[in-house]
C-alpha cells in the first residue's frame, strides 16, 4: 500500500502513512480513549467503524517519541495475541 506498517503474526498493528506527519496504530477501544483522553491532538480517532474498534491516528509532529513507543507496544501486544494470520501463496512453484 506504498507505506510502512508493522506486523505481529501476519496482522498490521501500526503503520507510518506517506507523508510521514500521521501514522497509526490499532489499539484496544478502551486504550484509545485513554491515549485521545491524556494527550489531544497527538492521537485522534480514525473516522467511522475503523476510528470505532480502535484506529488511532497519531499526529508525529506532536507526538512524543515515549508515548508512541508506549501506544506501539500496547497494539503490538493486542495483536501478537491473535492467531497468525493462514498464509496462501500466490508464488508459482519452481520447476
Do not use: C, Y
Request: aromatic letters at 8%; zero cysteines; a positive charge.
Amino acid at each position: 500500500m506504498d507505506h510502512p506498517d508493522f506486523r505481529a503474526n501476519g496482522r498490521i498493528f501500526a503503520t507510518l502513512h506517506g507523508d510521514k506527519k500521521w501514522g497509526m496504530v490499532k489499539l484496544t477501544p478502551d486504550d484509545q480513549q485513554e491515549f485521545v483522553e491524556t494527550h489531544p491532538g497527538v492521537f485522534i480517532p480514525e473516522k467511522a467503524a475503523w476510528g470505532r474498534a480502535g484506529g488511532t491516528a497519531i499526529r508525529l509532529a506532536a507526538a512524543d517519541e515515549e508515548v508512541v513507543g508506549d501506544a506501539m507496544t500496547r497494539a503490538w501486544q493486542q495483536t501478537a495475541r491473535n492467531r497468525p494470520v493462514k498464509r496462501t501463496s500466490t508464488r508459482r512453484k519452481k520447476k
